[in-house]
């Protein structure tokens, strides 16, 4: 450690020091950034799920998104969709790089969080909620789309965090949730519904828009959400099929049909399609793919106009 | 196992599985709901208020209901995989994109793609050897021309041109295309569909064709009954078939075909659509062809050259009916090919005179649609009909038996009627006499007379091309169609292989293993001689053979003798079961003054053979004098139904 770092240590400015993270995630990338109020998410998150529960002496959660489809992305069917699955690494490198940011500017332990499972409390249930981090960081709020975060200039994003023990000052949640969209609202007073719950192929999505066009309610079936784009119980069922099955024939079909051996393909080589969502909900959410700055295009456009 | 602990060790037992199962799949993040936005708000009390809405961690679960966290962990996996259909994934690509899905139209992958049992079996049949098939794919025999497919390129490419001629109505290939969608579309909201046989009597009229093409359309197979067929026939072939409906005339010429299935109570049987007057508990045709939501718009899949299309029987009433099944490869590829060896192009106007029940019939409309020319109806053939639909629709090609031209050849038709337009006559379904082919040959100078030899089971499988000559096409049935061999088996039998050759009969071991060689040759039961430029001449029925007391000769050339005697219109011999030589000729005789020429006995006849020089060996030992011969919809004597008199 030289002399000037241990300057700038000991001259700690906390605005400074937000503002020149925040910019270095912008600058590698990143649409948006945020502090999240970490005594918020302490009291929100479930115990097992706080960033104490990673990391004992964390002062402040740093949450960043990152453009999620591009604009032709949004117009090809479904099909290719059910393939695009690697769009949260870029995130994911992002806050890493920013821990290394923090520890070899400030001087003080970060960490990229975990996107993973929980190994302790079992499938399905993620280490941290890193959409959490992002709501409480005022980087997106929660749709009527399964709770999926908009943003209203950025649309839909990726989000990604990192814990660090320095302490930054937070930012506050959005004051104005973007979903639903003017159009929606419309659209829901015509047929009852909005985009997203009119075009979910599996219906798994429902609720109500109040009279000032706020979100009322909203109904999440998840699991026919997850059951039509992801594939895990997959795996083990056909298994079990296997063995179930009658004959030599019966085998042979549950483990090699076409699906079946897709199946076995996709894990082989580790592809991105077993983790999908279908997002046709997003792909017909306004915001989503019409907000200002929504894809590369829109937001070359902005640049070169600016 | 969950944290290194299996379920005993955990103590999850199957009762606390199932007891708490649905509960904890419900209560978890399975099913989540939000009032607000209390959390962007930071409203904490509402937050904790409405934690179990946005669906619990397993401990807050086990927390409510009495059980540790490991033991909701256990139960929600093992109820997750109860509840989870695995690839469901399928149903998202089938739907292709948000902007197409419309709840109303939502039917569940799999229910879409359901065959039932029977149509599984159908397509079971359709097992070809894989040499074979993978040899006519290389050769582009079969490719994947479909009906449907190749009506909806016409309909696009030529939309205007003549498809279906009857009398003074014309239907173009666009209007053709709309009127199958609508009637198809009207078959499957009565629930039929991929794979289901869906029978037809009618006679060649307009409906014909909508019909079998809107079968076509929904993937279905169509079962094919003559119209003298009566309730012995349909209960025979309809329930052979497994038909799920029948198209029928509510009143076919006497008949009350449409009452008449209804009245058979099929258990298959589930629709009878009738034509004409309403019959109580028949689907009028009219309603379903006036359906206003088509096949296209209900985006029914569309169906492929290796489904089956067509299930045709060889005769209506054996025991064990042979039923020939075919699909788009060997039909269609058989036309295709058929109409460049016939020299036919899209301006031409193809007619059949046998009715599409036969599969001659439906040879012509095979071929008109590979090329997108007109076909040209005859609803019923009478001879002055015939000769006048020619001339009144200008037909350049007809399709005819022997018997339907020498009919009109008989009563100078071709003089009185301008039958000038015909560039080729294609006569098949029996042997054709030689005399009345140079006759009709004589008498359109600017016609090929040419002949087909071809069986239900390989539609168009020899022919005369146009310029062989009368010389070539009045003694033969020229060479194997493109695609097809032909060879001649050790007992002068023809022996045929090829892309138009079906696969064998459904649902009958025995009648396969009697109609193949070792080598997967059809046996065609014709006798056939071969001439030094490759040109077959059917000489007879094996069948026919007569086997007198170890000598055994083809009568073929005696019923020939016969047939030009003056007294005798039509003539048969038919081996008679004998004890002492096993077999013996008897000859069946139709005589041309129907109340019986007294010159007509066994002495006069042997006498006229014997000039002719005939050998005492082969003389007919019996005659049976008749009115009329059992004839086949493509007028062959149908030898098996002739009266065998009682001998010792
Ligand atoms: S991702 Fe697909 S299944 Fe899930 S809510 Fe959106 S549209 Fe529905
Ligand atoms: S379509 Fe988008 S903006 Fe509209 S209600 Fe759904 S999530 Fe909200």
């Given at each position: ?18 503002k ?14 945020g ?118 200039e ?21 004051a ?23 075009f979910?192929?599996?219906q ?103 | ?32 709901s ?62 292709g ?36 098939a ?18 909806a ?110 009245n ?16 109580t508990?028949?689907?009028?045709f ?41 699909n ?124 087909l ?14 310029g ?86 083809n ?18 011999i ?36 014997l ?38």
């Amino acid at each position: 450690m030289g002399d000037d770092d241990v300057a700038n240590a000991t001259e700690f400015d906390a605005r400074e020091a937000k503002k020149a993270i925040l910019d270095y995630c912008l600058g590698k990338g990143a649409l948006a950034a945020g502090v999240a109020d970490l005594d918020a998410l302490e009291r929100i998150a479930p115990p097992g799920h706080r960033p104490s529960d990673i990391m004992p002496k964390v002062k402040s959660v740093i949450s960043l998104g990152v453009g999620g489809q591009t604009q032709g992305a949004w117009a090809v069917p479904a099909k290719a969709m059910g393939y695009f699955g690697s769009t949260e690494t870029r995130a994911y490198t992002i806050s890493y790089g920013a821990a290394f940011f923090i520890e070899s500017k400030y001087q003080t332990p970060a960490i990229y969080c975990p996107p993973d499972m929980d190994n302790e409390k079992g499938p399905r249930v993620p280490l941290q909620s890193l959409k959490l981090h992002a709501e409480v960081a005022g980087i997106g709020a929660r749709s009527l789309a399964g709770d999926i975060l908009l943003h209203p200039e950025f649309g839909y994003m990726y989000f990604a965090s990192i814990f660090t023990e320095l302490d930054l000052p937070p930012d506050r949640p959005m004051a104005q949730n973007p979903c639903p969209a003017p159009s929606c609202v419309s659209m829901y007073r015509q047929i009852g519904r909005t985009p997203c719950q009119k075009f979910c192929p599996v219906q798994c999505l429902s609720g109500k828009i109040d009279e000032a066009g706020k979100q009322a309610e909203m109904h999440y079936d998840m699991a026919a959400c997850a059951e039509i784009s992801q594939q895990y119980e997959a795996v083990p069922a056909l298994l079990a099929e296997a063995m179930a099955a009658e004959d030599a024939q019966g085998r042979e079909e549950a483990l090699f049909d076409p699906d079946n051996k897709m199946l076995w393909y996709k894990m082989s080589v580790g592809s991105g399609g077993l983790l999908a969502q279908c997002f046709e909900c997003m792909r017909v959410c306004p915001i989503a793919t019409k907000a200002p700055l929504a894809d590369p295009i829109r937001r070359s456009k902005a640049k070169a106009e600016a | 196992m969950a944290q290194g602990l299996n379920r005993r060790q955990i103590g999850v037992t199957t009762a606390m599985i199932d007891s708490y199962g649905e509960l904890i799949f419900e209560m978890s993040h399975n099913k989540q709901s939000r009032r607000g936005d209390p959390i962007r708000e930071l409203d904490f009390d509402a937050i904790e208020a409405t934690r179990h809405e946005r669906g619990m961690s397993d401990g807050q679960i086990g927390e409510q209901i009495g059980l540790s966290e490991m033991q909701v962990m256990y139960i929600r996996a093992m109820m997750e995989r109860r509840r989870f259909h695995t690839n469901h994934f399928q149903r998202l690509l089938e739907l292709g994109g948000g902007k197409r899905f419309r709840e109303e139209r939502f039917t569940a992958h799999e229910e879409r793609f359901q065959y039932h049992d029977d149509a599984l079996a159908l397509r079971d049949a359709m097992s070809f050897d894989p040499a074979r098939a993978r040899h006519y794919s290389e050769q582009g025999w079969w490719n994947n021309d479909t009906l449907s497919g190749l009506l909806a390129r016409h309909a696009a490419d030529r939309g205007a041109a003549a498809a279906v001629i009857q009398g003074e109505t014309i239907i173009s290939y666009a209007d053709l295309l709309h009127r199958v969608d609508r009637l198809a579309g009207g078959l499957h909201g009565l629930g039929l569909g991929r794979g289901d046989v869906i029978a037809v009597q009618l006679p060649n009229v307009e409906e014909y064709v909508i019909s079998y093409l809107a079968i076509a359309r929904l993937g279905a197979v169509m079962t094919t009954l003559y119209m003298p067929h009566r309730e012995r026939e349909f209960e025979t072939l309809l329930g052979h078939s497994r038909a799920r409906a029948l198209i029928c005339l509510a009143d076919a010429g006497g008949f009350p075909a449409a009452q008449a299935a209804l009245n058979l109570k099929l258990p298959k049987l589930q629709r009878v659509i009738a034509i004409g007057e309403p019959v109580t508990g028949a689907v009028p045709f009219e309603d379903l062809a006036g359906t206003s939501t088509g096949a296209d718009s209900l985006d029914l899949p569309l169906p492929v050259a290796a489904d089956p299309m067509l299930l045709l029987y060889t005769s209506g009433t054996t025991a064990s009916p042979k039923a020939v099944p075919h699909n788009s490869h060997t039909m269609l590829g058989n036309g295709r090919l058929g109409v460049g060896a016939h020299q036919l192009g899209p301006d031409d106007v193809i007619m059949s005179a046998p009715p599409f029940g036969h599969l001659f019939g439906l040879y012509a409309l095979h071929m008109s649609l590979h090329n997108g020319a007109a076909n040209l109806l005859l609803p019923s053939f009478t001879p002055p009909d015939l000769a006048a639909a020619i001339e009144a629709g200008r037909a350049t090609a007809l399709l005819a038996a022997p018997a339907h031209l020498a009919a009109c050849l008989g009563l100078g038709l071709f003089d009185k009627h301008d039958c000038s337009a015909l560039k080729i006559v294609i006569l098949s379904g029996s042997a054709v006499p030689e005399e009345m082919a140079r006759a009709a040959s004589a008498k359109l100078p600017n016609c090929e007379i040419t002949q087909l030899w071809g069986m239900t089971e390989t539609q168009g499988g020899l022919y005369c091309r146009p310029g062989d000559g009368i010389e070539i096409s009045a003694t033969s049935a020229g060479r194997p169609a493109p695609g097809a061999e032909a060879r001649i088996g050790e007992d002068g039998e023809l022996q045929v292989r090829g892309s138009m050759l079906f696969p064998g009969y459904f649902d009958n071991p025995d009648a396969n293993a009697a109609a193949f060689t070792h080598d997967g040759w059809f046996r065609s039961g014709d006798l056939a001689a071969q001439d030094g430029n490759g040109n077959f001449a059917i000489t007879g029925r094996i069948k026919d053979i007569i086997n007198r007391g170890g000598v055994k000769y083809n009568p073929r050339e005696i019923e020939d003798l016969l047939d030009s005697h003056p007294a005798i219109a039509q003539s048969a011999i038919v081996p008679m079961p004998d004890k002492i030589l096993g077999e013996r000729a008897c000859c069946f005789a139709v005589p041309t003054d129907q109340g019986g020429d007294p010159e007509i006995s066994l002495d006069t006849l042997c006498a006229y053979l014997l000039g002719h020089g005939i050998a005492k060996t082969k003389l007919p030992e019996h005659l049976v004098l008749l009115d009329e011969m059992p004839l086949t919809p493509t007028r062959k004597i149908i030898k098996g139904r002739l009266p065998l008199p009682e001998t010792g």
